[in-house]
Protein backbone atom coordinates (compact mmCIF):
# COMPACT_ATOMS: atom_id res chain seq x y z
CA UNK A 1 0.00 0.00 0.00
CA UNK A 2 1.52 3.80 -1.10
CA UNK A 3 0.83 5.81 1.46
CA UNK A 4 1.51 8.64 -1.06
CA UNK A 5 3.20 8.99 -4.75
CA UNK A 6 6.55 10.24 -5.27
CA UNK A 7 8.79 10.01 -8.45
CA UNK A 8 10.38 6.88 -8.92
CA UNK A 9 8.24 4.87 -5.89
CA UNK A 10 7.18 2.23 -8.25
CA UNK A 11 11.69 1.00 -9.08
CA UNK A 12 11.85 1.74 -5.42
CA UNK A 13 8.83 -0.90 -4.69
CA UNK A 14 10.49 -3.31 -7.62
CA UNK A 15 14.44 -3.51 -5.95
CA UNK A 16 12.79 -4.08 -2.35
CA UNK A 17 10.41 -6.76 -3.81
CA UNK A 18 13.22 -8.06 -5.73
CA UNK A 19 15.37 -7.85 -2.62
CA UNK A 20 13.17 -9.90 -0.03
CA UNK A 21 12.77 -12.79 -3.25
CA UNK A 22 16.37 -13.93 -2.01
CA UNK A 23 16.50 -17.27 0.04
CA UNK A 24 17.97 -15.99 3.07
CA UNK A 25 18.16 -12.94 5.77
CA UNK A 26 21.87 -12.23 4.93
CA UNK A 27 21.44 -12.20 1.17
CA UNK A 28 17.80 -9.76 1.50
CA UNK A 29 19.74 -7.48 3.42
CA UNK A 30 23.24 -7.43 1.53
CA UNK A 31 21.28 -7.18 -2.06
CA UNK A 32 18.66 -4.24 -0.41
CA UNK A 33 21.51 -2.59 0.83
CA UNK A 34 23.31 -2.69 -2.86
CA UNK A 35 19.99 -1.50 -4.49
CA UNK A 36 19.42 1.71 -1.84
CA UNK A 37 22.60 3.03 -2.35
CA UNK A 38 22.47 3.01 -5.82
CA UNK A 39 18.72 4.47 -6.11
CA UNK A 40 19.84 6.99 -3.32
CA UNK A 41 23.04 7.85 -5.58
CA UNK A 42 21.13 8.08 -9.27
CA UNK A 43 18.91 10.32 -8.08
CA UNK A 44 15.87 7.47 -9.74
CA UNK A 45 13.75 7.97 -6.71
CA UNK A 46 12.90 11.60 -4.96
CA UNK A 47 11.62 11.27 -1.87
CA UNK A 48 8.06 13.44 -0.85
CA UNK A 49 8.94 17.02 0.44
CA UNK A 50 6.87 16.10 3.68
CA UNK A 51 10.22 14.19 4.55
CA UNK A 52 12.20 17.38 5.13
CA UNK A 53 9.71 18.66 7.88
CA UNK A 54 11.04 17.60 11.15
CA UNK A 55 9.07 17.14 14.32
CA UNK A 56 9.98 19.91 17.42
CA UNK A 57 11.11 17.60 19.89
CA UNK A 58 11.89 13.83 18.63
CA UNK A 59 12.53 13.07 14.91
CA UNK A 60 9.71 12.01 12.82
CA UNK A 61 8.65 8.97 11.23
CA UNK A 62 6.54 8.88 8.14
CA UNK A 63 5.39 5.15 6.79
CA UNK A 64 5.65 6.08 2.51
CA UNK A 65 4.58 2.20 1.47
CA UNK A 66 3.98 -1.23 3.24
CA UNK A 67 3.63 -5.02 1.25
CA UNK A 68 0.45 -6.60 1.64
CA UNK A 69 2.14 -9.25 -0.39
CA UNK A 70 5.62 -9.62 1.41
CA UNK A 71 5.05 -7.92 4.87
CA UNK A 72 7.94 -5.21 4.87
CA UNK A 73 7.54 -1.24 5.50
CA UNK A 74 9.41 1.03 4.26
CA UNK A 75 9.44 4.39 6.56
CA UNK A 76 11.47 7.79 6.09
CA UNK A 77 13.05 9.02 9.27
CA UNK A 78 13.79 13.22 9.26
CA UNK A 79 16.21 13.87 11.86
CA UNK A 80 16.10 17.48 12.89
CA UNK A 81 19.99 18.87 14.25
CA UNK A 82 21.08 17.01 17.27
CA UNK A 83 18.49 14.64 16.93
CA UNK A 84 18.97 10.94 18.06
CA UNK A 85 17.78 7.92 19.54
CA UNK A 86 18.54 6.37 23.31
CA UNK A 87 20.19 2.26 22.27
CA UNK A 88 17.11 0.32 20.75
CA UNK A 89 16.20 -2.90 19.37
CA UNK A 90 14.16 -3.52 16.25
CA UNK A 91 12.39 -5.93 17.82
CA UNK A 92 13.61 -8.87 16.21
CA UNK A 93 13.18 -7.33 12.66
CA UNK A 94 15.71 -7.38 10.42
CA UNK A 95 16.66 -3.58 9.11
CA UNK A 96 18.10 -2.09 5.57
CA UNK A 97 19.06 1.89 6.82
CA UNK A 98 20.03 4.81 3.93
CA UNK A 99 21.35 7.60 4.62
CA UNK A 100 19.04 10.23 1.87
CA UNK A 101 20.20 13.46 3.04
CA UNK A 102 22.19 14.98 5.75
CA UNK A 103 24.06 13.05 8.11
CA UNK A 104 24.05 10.06 10.56
CA UNK A 105 26.16 8.90 13.02
CA UNK A 106 24.98 5.17 14.14
CA UNK A 107 26.93 3.66 17.37
CA UNK A 108 26.68 -0.20 17.65
CA UNK A 109 26.35 -1.54 21.13
CA UNK A 110 26.89 -5.27 21.87
CA UNK A 111 24.85 -6.48 24.53
CA UNK A 112 26.99 -7.95 27.51
CA UNK A 113 24.46 -9.57 29.37
CA UNK A 114 21.35 -8.30 31.59
CA UNK A 115 19.43 -8.75 35.10
CA UNK A 116 15.83 -9.06 34.63
CA UNK A 117 14.81 -5.17 33.32
CA UNK A 118 18.56 -4.11 33.31
CA UNK A 119 21.55 -4.51 30.16
CA UNK A 120 24.55 -4.18 30.03
CA UNK A 121 25.83 -2.70 26.90
CA UNK A 122 28.80 -1.68 25.26
CA UNK A 123 29.86 0.46 22.20
CA UNK A 124 31.15 -1.74 19.78
CA UNK A 125 31.38 0.81 16.63
CA UNK A 126 30.18 3.79 15.40
CA UNK A 127 30.30 5.23 11.61
CA UNK A 128 29.27 8.65 9.98
CA UNK A 129 26.95 7.97 7.14
CA UNK A 130 26.12 10.34 4.71
CA UNK A 131 23.80 10.40 1.49
CA UNK A 132 24.40 7.52 -0.17
CA UNK A 133 25.01 4.89 2.37
CA UNK A 134 23.30 2.36 3.69
CA UNK A 135 24.30 -0.14 6.71
CA UNK A 136 22.18 -3.29 7.93
CA UNK A 137 20.62 -4.67 11.50
CA UNK A 138 20.16 -8.08 11.74
CA UNK A 139 19.15 -9.68 15.29
CA UNK A 140 20.59 -10.53 17.48
CA UNK A 141 23.02 -7.61 16.52
CA UNK A 142 20.48 -5.07 16.39
CA UNK A 143 21.11 -2.54 19.17
CA UNK A 144 22.15 0.65 18.31
CA UNK A 145 21.81 4.22 18.59
CA UNK A 146 21.04 6.91 15.40
CA UNK A 147 21.64 10.57 15.83
CA UNK A 148 22.43 13.62 13.75
CA UNK A 149 25.39 15.43 14.48
CA UNK A 150 24.66 18.49 13.15
CA UNK A 151 23.91 21.89 14.52
CA UNK A 152 22.24 23.37 11.62
CA UNK A 153 21.06 20.79 9.00
CA UNK A 154 18.36 18.13 8.77
CA UNK A 155 19.64 14.70 7.90
CA UNK A 156 16.64 12.16 6.37
CA UNK A 157 16.96 8.50 6.11
CA UNK A 158 14.87 5.77 4.52
CA UNK A 159 14.62 2.37 6.43
CA UNK A 160 13.24 -0.75 5.25
CA UNK A 161 11.98 -3.14 7.71
CA UNK A 162 10.64 -7.07 7.79
CA UNK A 163 7.22 -6.21 8.76
CA UNK A 164 5.41 -3.30 10.35
CA UNK A 165 8.09 -1.76 13.29
CA UNK A 166 4.90 -0.42 15.90
CA UNK A 167 7.36 -0.75 19.18
CA UNK A 168 10.62 -1.38 20.37
CA UNK A 169 12.76 -1.74 23.22
CA UNK A 170 14.65 1.36 24.38
CA UNK A 171 17.27 1.04 26.87
CA UNK A 172 17.46 3.98 29.50
CA UNK A 173 20.95 4.79 30.75
CA UNK A 174 21.85 4.16 34.61
CA UNK A 175 25.57 4.37 34.48
CA UNK A 176 28.57 1.97 33.68
CA UNK A 177 27.29 0.74 31.00
CA UNK A 178 23.97 -0.73 32.57
CA UNK A 179 20.65 0.44 31.11
CA UNK A 180 17.16 0.10 32.33
CA UNK A 181 14.72 -1.23 29.94
CA UNK A 182 11.19 0.20 28.33
CA UNK A 183 9.09 -0.17 25.70
CA UNK A 184 8.13 2.45 23.40
CA UNK A 185 5.22 2.67 21.24
CA UNK A 186 6.51 4.09 17.91
CA UNK A 187 3.58 6.41 15.88
CA UNK A 188 3.73 7.44 12.63
CA UNK A 189 4.07 11.26 11.59
CA UNK A 190 1.53 12.40 8.53
CA UNK A 191 2.43 12.40 4.92
CA UNK A 192 1.00 14.73 2.50
Not at 6 to 16: D, S, T, Y
Amino acid sequence: MITVEFPGCRKLIEAIDASVAQPTTAQITDTLRHQLCKLIRSKEVELPACVLETADDRYARRELYRSDEHGYSVVAMTWGPGQGTLIHDHSGMWCVEGVWNGALEIVQYELLGHEAERYRFRAVGSIQAGPGSAGSLIPPHEYHTIRNPSDDAVAVSLHIYSGRMTQCAVFNPEGDEWYQRAERQLGLDRVH
